[in-house]
């Protein structure tokens, strides 16, 4: 039997997702800042701020990477570079860095919000919105732990690589048999694709927030927002 009330609530989540986002977003950001992997949903903007776009290639180049997209409008990219290493940003300029759905794609997260914090302003923030492991399909995959984290920054990524692939072919995507999993693993290496390299729920990514407030030689932040919001969380961290 078709349930109504089911088929409602599936269209109506993304809506009262994206009004989440605007809600926390319309108390942190101010000033110029940068967004990070906008692709054709960029945050709308509070006013009294400005961001520009941080991509890995150039808007034409995205558009052949990702070919689904080549119909969609896309923004245009200000800053080609590398998300997790903002090379081309200098320390200590940016009112606020803000991302959605990019932080699980991350090689090397600790890498990645060590640099955001390094671009900030004394009183910057960092804006984080990423799934809820348990509320989308890697419910089925462990959670990613403090430690595991750790050491694919201590010991840098490819240490994992191979295994992130391999979990999510396997437990996410439900592909069966050895030779079509190492069949599809090879595919998406091939493609770069950015799979979704860590997932947490809500505990686990606030246990990783406080380790790394806890980390020696870290940039001291607070966590100034952390809430729930549909399938996904919001964080807001305050660089001091």
């Known amino acids: 039997m078709f349930d109504v009330r089911r ?4 269209l109506v989540t993304p809506f009262r997702q994206y009004l989440g986002r605007l809600t926390v ?4 950001l101010r000033g110029e800042g940068l967004e990070i992997g906008a692709l054709q949903d960029p945050m709308p903007m509070p006013r009294g701020a400005k961001a520009r776009y941080v991509d890995i290639a ?9 070919p689904a997209k080549t119909r969609r409008w896309l923004v245009d990219v200000d800053i080609v ?5 903002l090379s ?11 991302s959605n ?4 794609h991350c090689e090397d997260p600790i890498g990645a919000l060590r640099n955001m914090l390094r671009v900030l302003k004394p009183g910057g923030v960092v804006y984080l919105s990423v799934p809820d492991r348990r509320l989308i399909f890697d419910r089925d995959r462990p959670a990613t732990t403090v430690e595991h984290v750790v050491r694919d920054h201590e010991q840098g990524p490819e240490v994992s690589r191979q295994q992130h692939y391999e979990e999510v072919v396997r437990v996410a995507m439900k592909v069966q048999g050895e030779a079509a999993v190492a069949t599809k693993v090879v595919e998406l290496q091939a493609q770069d ?10 505990t686990d990514f606030l246990e990783l927030l406080c380790a790394l407030q806890r980390r020696e030689g870290f940039p001291p932040f607070d966590i100034v927002e952390f809430v729930a919001n549909e399938r996904e969380m919001i964080v807001v961290l305050r660089a001091r």
């Open 58 to 66: 150039s808007t034409e180049e995205l558009r052949q990477m990702y």
């Open 88 to 98: 081309k940003v200098a320390d200590g300029t940016q009112d606020f860095v803000a």
């Open 81 to 85: 570079d590398d998300g997790e290493r």
């Open 25 to 28: 977003a319309d108390r942190h």
């Open 7 to 10: 088929f409602a609530k599936r």
């Open 101 to 104: 759905h990019f932080f699980e």
């Open 193 to 202: 694709f950015r799979i979704h390299f860590h997932c947490w729920s809500q």
